[in-house]
């Protein structure tokens, strides 16, 4: 599994839960971050990072990586994973799961390829932040903002490194070499709103340079689950094109306290198991 960089941290139970927020951010571009009350999601257990629930400019962590609320339009980016519900009734479950695969594939069938939406990428298609200290990937979560419920609800996310540029099929993941893993810790959910429309990023997604090795042809590829979708495609990007700032001034973040709500025991990881239909994916 995964190895921590940081030791689990002190969990905080709250009738409100509170989202942990990092320091301010240097630079006028990412604003200057308070504490502000997220919202559980009804029914499920474990921590909700909530991005809609927090002011552009803010940044949430799981201990590990770095989730930043943004509403940047970027020209141009580099659509690696492109994602959108098969709506193949009664097969469709209420979740889209997909990853960046070589080519279409029936393992893989919530994955856009038509017009290059989907493909493999290497370490060095990635940015840098500008002290080097993470790898940054944008995302763009195209809801109906004429709905109430305009965000999604990201379930599961994981990245792996691999030396085949080859894997088309989810379950080819399993011979990859899994670096990331956001339920590594905890049962985390990550909430993002749509906000920003098409071609822009509602979210900038840090993970720590160090985890990638430093062979800038390593094959990268991201999985993700999601879940209360609504409109539109989602899309994964990168754009090299533009600079980042670290947004923990300067170091990789030390854990801050995150609220945790629970529903207790077995019932807890019984919901767990139900809600994560791909956690055959989660090696030891």
């Known amino acids: 599994m995964l190895r921590k960089m940081q030791q689990v941290w002190s969990r905080v139970l709250l009738g409100n839960p509170q989202a942990a927020l990092l320091g301010t951010l240097p630079g006028a571009i990412f604003g200057t971050l308070v504490c502000w009350s997220s919202t559980a999601i009804e029914g499920q257990a474990g921590v909700l990072l909530n991005l809609e629930a927090v ?11 770095l989730f930043q609320h943004t509403n940047n339009k970027h020209t141009n980016p580099d659509a ?4 959108q519900d098969d709506q193949k009734k009664p097969n469709d479950d209420g979740f889209v799961a997909a990853f960046n695969g070589a080519s279409a594939n029936a393992g893989n069938p919530e994955a856009i390829f038509s017009g290059g939406k ?37 379930t599961m996310l994981q990245l792996f490194t691999s030396t085949s540029a080859s894997l088309t099929s989810i379950a080819d993941l399993t011979t990859a070499n899994m670096i990331y ?19 822009g990023a509602d979210m900038y997604f840090f993970v720590p340079n160090g985890l990638f090795g430093s062979n800038e042809a390593t094959n990268v590829y991201l999985f993700y689950q999601y879940t209360n979708f609504n409109d539109g495609t989602e899309a994964w990007t990168l754009d090299k094109n533009s600079t980042y700032v670290n947004p923990s001034g300067g170091e990789v973040p030390e854990p801050t306290t995150l609220a945790l709500w629970t529903l207790g025991g077995s019932l807890a990881l019984l919901r767990r198991s139900r809600r994560k239909r791909t956690a055959t994916l989660k090696m030891m």
């Open 55 to 65: 002011p552009i400019g803010t940044t949430l962590t799981d201990g590990v990586a």
């Open 80 to 83: 690696f994973l492109t994602t």
């Open 118 to 154: 989907t493909h493999t990428i290497v370490l060095g298609d990635i940015p840098v932040t500008s002290d080097n200290a993470f790898r940054v990937f944008l995302f763009d979560a195209n809801q109906n903002q004429s709905e109430g419920d305009d965000h999604i609800d990201i």
């Open 181 to 199: 893993d956001l339920d590594d810790s905890e049962d985390f959910t990550l909430r993002v709103d749509g906000s920003v429309g098409t071609g």
